[in-house]
């Protein structure tokens, strides 16, 4: 989930994998390919993101070029405490989950490039901002993903990460929610998808079970393909409470279990 690769610049980071964003450095083509991503979700998610992500987009005013990080963590501190730090991609286990529960959270600096428009295998800062900012406005949420940071330390420490990792994938990442009018997605690699986003609601084939902390860390999953299934919350208060028990004796219990195979999911 967090390992280094290459493509990004981590020659300049600091001890936390933080860097400058050097917003006045983003290109116009670079600009015009983030609003034409924005374009082409802004269709989609009317119909099928959460209430509190469309409820916090608006205030964003994050349409029409890549946002300046500082003025959005303006905002967001006053909201919910956070704020956004910039990194050059995917940071280390132990720095990703420091920055979380130190309620900041790591926005890749970096734009795909223009042949990366329907996919791409690592987060960018189309899917960091698009995908995570806008949720971090909900208390909830915010507070739920304060506890993700300080859990992740924890899992450290009793050699369960991957556990752990399953229950962000399928939540953070890829989580589903009922709401009034059916099935919406809050999940971020769902969210800033061009294609999976219809399909994690709309199509019959993936699964769509209801929220199972223990089942979620005991399934695998997969990076390079939509879900084979999806787990649903009825909020983000469920999402909180029931995420809210000592994870340690689960660890152990599960440790001896043999995972579902991601098509179980
Ligand atoms: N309750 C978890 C633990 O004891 C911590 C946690 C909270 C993990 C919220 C994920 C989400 O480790
Ligand atoms: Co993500």
Redesign the pocket.
Known sequence: MNKPRLRGDYSRAALDYSVEQDWAAYTSAEHALYRRLFERQSKLVPRYACPEWIAAIAGLDAALQIPDFDQVSKKLRARTGWRIVAVPGLIPDDAFFTHLANRRFPVTVWLRKPEEFDYIVEPDVFHDFFGHVPLLFDPVYAD?LY??G??GL??MRLDAVKM?AR?YWYTIEFGLMKVGSGIRAYGAGLLSSGGELAYCVDDPRPHRRAFDVERIMRTEYRIDRYQDGYFVIDSFDQLMRE??????PIYARLRGLAPFAADAA
């Open positions: 739920h506890e993700y300080k859990g924890k899992a752990l229950l995420t809210a028990p000592d994870f340690t």
